[in-house]
């Protein structure tokens, strides 16, 4: 049986941007991507601290050490500029694997978005 997991999160980080004339996903930096195992074009679930609200979209890459974490399309109604979120990414593996998988976890600086 195969069940899903979460496999990589980015903590608490702040919204830089929302483009609403995009045609949708959410732009990350490519420094978060990579600590958090986070490949382009992966579904992920962003989760606003701010007022609730839960959004299913797709990842794409940021430039480096921009700390870049942008709302595009329809997503972009759903947050503000300095919303602060978390950004969840789940995968499906064997029950027995699941028991000792050990996701990514990643918590960068609140104010710069950026890994110390």
Do not use: W
């Amino acid at each position: 049986m195969l069940i899903q997991v979460v496999k990589s999160k980015i903590h608490r980080v702040k919204v830089t941007q929302a483009d609403l004339n995009y045609i949708g996903s959410v732009t990350i930096d490519e420094d978060l991507m990579d600590a958090a195992n986070i490949v382009e074009g992966e579904r992920v679930q962003i989760v606003n601290i701010n007022n609730g609200e839960r959004i299913e979209t797709y990842v794409i890459k940021g430039d480096r050490q921009t700390g870049t974490i942008c709302l595009n399309g329809p997503a972009a109604r759903r947050v503000a500029v300095g919303d602060v979120i978390i950004i969840i990414g789940y995968g499906f593996m064997d029950f027995e694997e699941a028991k000792s998988f050990k996701p990514s976890l990643v918590f960068p600086n609140e104010e710069t978005n950026l890994i110390d």
